[in-house]
C-alpha cells in the first residue's frame, strides 16, 4: 500500500477524533455552565432583589435589573435591631478564631511532620477523629464543659471551641504540605545554628503560603456562619454574632425580602473579601494537603 493511500486514509480518523474532543469539550462547557447558573442565579436574584422596594419585589416575570433601585434596604438593615454591632461582634469572633486557628494548627502540623515522637501516629489519627464526627453530637459535652470553665454567654466561648472544631482540618491540611518541603533546606540552617522555632517561623510558614490560605478560607467560613453553637451559649444581645441577627432579623420581617436580603449581601460581604484575597492559593493549598498524607 503506498504512502498516499496511508496518509488518506488517516485523516479521516483523525478528523473523527477532533470532532470527538470537540463534541467531548462542548458537552463538558454545556454541563459546566448549567451547573454555574444553578448556582449563581439565585445569588443573582438575592442580589437584585435587595435593590428592591417592597412594591416591585414579588413582580411577574422576576426583574432581574431592578427598576427602580433603591439602597433604602441597605440602610434600613445597617440601622435596624444593632445589626452593626451583630456584623462587628462576628469579625472580632472569626478574625480572632482564624489566627489563633492557624497559629496553633501550624505549630502542631509541623512537629507531626518533622519530628519523631512516641505515638505520633496515634496522636494524628486520634486527632482527626475530629473529621468524623458530626458537629452536633458534640453540643451537650461542649455546653457542659463550656458551663465549667465559665465561657458562657461570652465571645470567649465562641472563640475557643470554634478554634478547637477547626483545629483537625487545618493540621491535617497543613502537615501534608510542610511534608512536601525539602527537609534539606531545614537541614541548611540548622548547620548555621537555626533552632526548632526559627525554622518553623522563618522557613516553613513563608513556604506554605498556599496552605495556609487555604485553612484561613476555611477557618474564618466555618466561624462566620456557625450559628448552633452560638444560639445556645450567647444570651445576651449585644453578644449576638450576624447568623443569629439574620435569623430573628427575617423573623421579625418576613414579608420584607428586600430588607432581608439586603442583610444577606451585607453578611456574605466578607466572606468574599477574604476568599478574593486568598484565592490565588487556594487549589494549590487545597490539593496538597489533600495528597499528601
Known amino acids: 500500500m503506498s504512502a498516499t493511500t496511508l496518509s488518506s486514509n488517516a485523516r479521516p480518523a483523525r478528523s473523527r477524533q477532533g470532532n470527538r474532543r470537540t463534541g467531548n469539550?462542548?458537552?463538558?462547557?454545556?454541563?459546566?455552565?448549567?451547573?454555574?447558573a444553578v448556582m449563581v442565579l439565585p445569588f443573582l436574584y438575592m442580589l437584585s432583589t435587595s435593590f428592591k422596594s417592597q412594591t416591585y419585589v414579588l413582580t411577574i416575570p422576576p426583574q432581574f435589573i431592578p427598576h427602580p433601585a433603591t439602597v433604602s434596604n441597605y440602610h434600613d438593615a445597617w440601622t435596624t435591631d444593632s445589626f452593626g454591632r451583630y456584623f462587628l461582634n462576628s469579625i472580632v469572633v472569626a478574625v480572632a478564631t482564624t489566627v489563633l486557628s492557624l497559629l496553633l494548627s501550624s505549630m502542631m502540623a509541623y512537629a507531626f511532620a518533622r519530628f519523631s515522637f512516641p505515638g505520633r501516629e496515634f496522636l494524628f489519627k486520634l486527632l482527626l477523629l475530629g473529621?468524623?464526627?458530626?458537629?452536633?453530637?458534640?453540643?451537650?459535652?461542649?455546653?457542659i464543659l463550656a458551663k465549667y470553665l465559665g465561657l458562657i454567654d461570652s465571645t470567649a466561648g465562641l472563640v475557643v471551641f470554634y478554634v478547637g472544631s477547626s483545629l483537625s482540618l487545618n493540621t491535617f491540611?497543613?502537615?501534608?504540605?510542610?511534608?512536601?518541603?525539602?527537609?534539606?533546606?531545614?537541614?541548611?540552617?540548622?548547620?548555621?545554628?537555626?533552632?526548632?522555632?526559627?525554622?518553623?517561623?522563618?522557613?516553613?510558614?513563608?513556604?506554605?503560603?498556599?496552605?495556609?490560605?487555604?485553612?484561613?478560607?476555611?477557618?474564618?467560613?466555618?466561624s462566620w456562619d456557625e450559628f448552633i453553637w452560638a444560639l445556645t451559649i450567647i444570651n445576651t444581645p449585644a453578644k449576638r454574632t450576624l447568623p443569629i441577627a439574620i435569623a430573628l432579623f427575617q423573623g421579625q420581617n418576613s414579608t420584607l425580602w428586600g430588607l432581608v436580603f439586603a442583610a444577606a449581601i451585607i453578611a456574605v460581604?466578607?466572606?468574599?473579601?477574604?476568599?478574593?484575597?486568598?484565592?490565588?492559593?487556594?487549589?494549590?493549598?487545597?490539593?496538597?494537603?489533600?495528597?499528601?498524607?
Open 131 to 143: 473529621l468524623m464526627i458530626p458537629a452536633m453530637m458534640l453540643i451537650i459535652p461542649q455546653f
Open 173 to 222: 491540611l497543613l502537615r501534608g504540605f510542610f511534608q512536601a518541603i525539602p527537609v534539606e533546606l531545614e537541614q541548611a540552617m540548622q548547620v548555621d545554628g537555626a533552632g526548632a522555632w526559627t525554622r518553623y517561623w522563618r522557613l516553613i510558614l513563608p513556604l506554605a503560603k498556599p496552605a495556609l490560605a487555604t485553612a484561613t478560607i476555611f477557618t474564618f467560613l466555618g
Open 25 to 36: 469539550a462542548a458537552a463538558r462547557y454545556l454541563i459546566l455552565s448549567i451547573g454555574a
Open 269 to 293: 460581604v466578607p466572606v468574599i473579601v477574604v476568599f478574593l484575597l486568598f484565592q490565588r492559593y487556594f487549589v494549590q493549598g487545597l490539593t496538597a494537603g489533600a495528597v499528601k498524607g
